[in-house]
């Protein structure tokens, strides 16, 4: 039984197009979580979500934006999509304050 | 903020050497300390984690030792195998949020 999974796996879209990513867990876990991945392998947390409040990482564009349907989906909005945007994204989660099981990432390529 | 700095790769071992993969972290207070593993195409898993000061963390003959005197979590390892080829990353979270700060990612390739 997967974890945590992401569709899509891979994503190829043009520039100022509009994109979501979705994120599933089974594990029961109250907290999701979003992080991209560059080119360079560098990870850097997005976006810290439970049923209490949203943490955002003040460095990410408002153009993205998480959106929760119910606690076991975690899915990621994408408007107006750039070329740096092209990356590794992967989709996480975890008991409040416990560890965190990742899914198998979602690779996105702006053209 | 907090931040993580972690020797850069790639690290090239020949099958049975030691490991060693220096990872150093500023942050305030009491951080949970964490070393992920990225196998090529696929997402990281968890290795080993330590909670607090001289915790020692271990996995799969991987340890590392959380050192609050000099902010040090360094992965070691006796004997890698050719199947330890991967990206290592070492990351912390504060409760605040949970949130993972990862180091730069240490490449090892280990040769037969």
């Known amino acids: 039984d997967t974890a945590v999974s992401q569709t899509p796996k891979y994503l190829v879209t043009q520039m100022g197009n509009d994109k979501s990513i979705k994120c599933e867990q089974n594990l029961g876990h109250d907290t999701m979580y979003w992080y991209k991945q560059d080119s360079k392998k560098f990870l850097k947390i997005m976006f810290s979500y439970n049923n209490k409040e949203l943490i955002i990482n003040e460095t990410v564009p408002n153009r993205f934006s998480p959106k929760s349907p119910d606690k076991a989906h975690l899915n990621l909005h994408i408007n107006s999509l750039e070329l740096g945007d092209s990356a590794v994204y992967f989709c996480?989660?975890?008991?409040?304050?416990?560890?965190?099981?990742f899914g198998p990432g979602t690779r996105l390529t702006v053209t | 903020g907090d931040s993580v700095t972690q020797m850069e790769g790639p690290v090239t071992l020949s099958e049975e050497a030691f490991l060693t993969i220096n990872c150093t972290y500023t942050?305030?207070?009491?951080?949970?300390l964490f070393w992920y593993v990225q196998y090529p195409g696929e997402g990281l898993q968890l290795l080993l984690k330590a909670t607090k000061a001289d915790d020692k963390g271990s996995n799969k003959g991987f340890e590392a030792t959380y050192r609050k005197e000099t902010t040090s979590f360094h992965l070691e390892k006796g004997s890698v195998q050719v199947s330890d080829s991967a990206v290592y990353f070492c990351a912390l979270t504060h409760r605040a949020g949970n949130m993972l700060t990862f180091g730069g990612g240490t490449r090892l390739m280990v040769k037969p």
């Open positions: 942050a305030t207070g009491y951080p949970s």
């Open positions: 996480a989660s975890s008991l409040e304050w416990g560890e965190q099981y």
